[in-house]
């Protein structure tokens, strides 16, 4: 599958460096709308260099176009590529309005084309692991989950002097005004409609808890969601309660809890994170979560040791050369058009949780309090 890349920004080195991984897919060249950007990764990674979006498009060898622009423009990039007759791969979100999503994924539809978003880590050893565990009833019914994407206090790192490989720097201010939710819920909300059926309600709550998170400049918009937390009922009755943040200390638990036992890994970001089962059990009257967790075997069909490089052991370019391999069958994407879009959707609920009125607004208060005379 030939394949051309649009926007050689921080996450695009990731890619060309999980491509590796894939030698199916062939790169006919690179574009950004940042002339510098596009040269010096393309020299960087010795890739042909396209000067616009049009060059792209308009390059009949170019099968499927991967963009990996900023998530405010996935929409025009995507809507023109398909326009174009180019199957589509995109960074998530698939957009940042629902409305938006809909509309790209039926233009798909009505042009015979693919669209699937990343993240593509249901194809990771570890969530397919999960998954098997919960199809063999490892933990017996599941009834809950707990999932965690907090980030630790971003806004107080030295994200500064982060860097990609071929030099460009992490884009704190376009992360921060898309906020944690749009970034980071995904990467959990992938894997459960597929563990537990399609999501039928959430229940959110979002706030910006920091406003000014940069010292130069403002942000636009300047109150962009850094907490939110969701319950999300799915189809089999299962409830995931998903907390995102740059707030609160790093942690990307996930826990499931069951009839017998707790399914849990600590990191979606790792596609090989292990995953541990700690199992429920009686001693005389009570009963007793086994304090030593068993290792349940990672399921894997990768026959080479990946590459990785980096903090993130993720293979970005999987999700792809899979869609490339089930277009050549005539076949959906694993992560399809309508599961990308499921996705959106429920990411698009949590983030914008303020405006669209899921979150209960109290109507009672009272006087404030004193501390106890002894306690002054
Ligand atoms: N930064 C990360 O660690 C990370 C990790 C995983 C996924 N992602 C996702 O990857 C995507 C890109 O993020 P990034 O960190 O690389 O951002 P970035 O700002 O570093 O790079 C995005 C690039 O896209 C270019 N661009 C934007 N609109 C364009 C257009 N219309 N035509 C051509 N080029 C255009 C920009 O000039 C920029 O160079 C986002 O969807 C983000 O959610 C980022």
Known sequence: ????????????????????????????GVMDR?????????????????????????????????????PRNHYEVSKAALEAGKHVYSEKPLATDYAEAKEL????????????SAPCSLLGETAQTIWKALREQAIGHPYLVYAEMDDGLVHKMMYQAWKSESGTP?????????????????YYLTWFPAFFGPAVNVSAFADCLVKDKVSDGKLDPPDTPDFSVACIKFASGVVARLTCSIVAAHDHELKIFGETGILSTEDCWYYRSPVHIKRRFNIRRKTIVSPIPETYPLVSNQT??????GAQQMDFARGIAEMADAIKQGQQP??????SLHVNEMVLAIHYALDTGTSYRMETTFEPLEPLSWAR
């Open 304 to 309: 080479k040791k990946q590459k990785y490089r």
């Open 34 to 70: 940042n002339p510098d950007r596009a040269q010096r990764f393309s020299d960087y990674y010795s890739l042909p260099k396209y000067d616009t979006l049009d060059a792209v498009l308009r390059d009949n060898r170019v099968q499927l176009v991967v963009n990996l622009t900023n």
């Open 1 to 28: 599958m030939n394949i051309a890349i649009i926007g050689c920004g921080f996450v695009a080195d990731y890619y060309v460096r999980t491509l590796e991984n894939h030698p199916s897919l062939k790169i006919m």
């Open 334 to 339: 694993y992560l399809s058009a309508r599961y």
């Open 105 to 116: 994924v039926e233009l798909a539809e009505s042009r015979g084309l693919q669209i699937s």
């Open 170 to 186: 992490w884009p704190y201010k376009d992360e921060f005004e898309v906020g944690c939710t749009l970034e980071h819920a995904g």
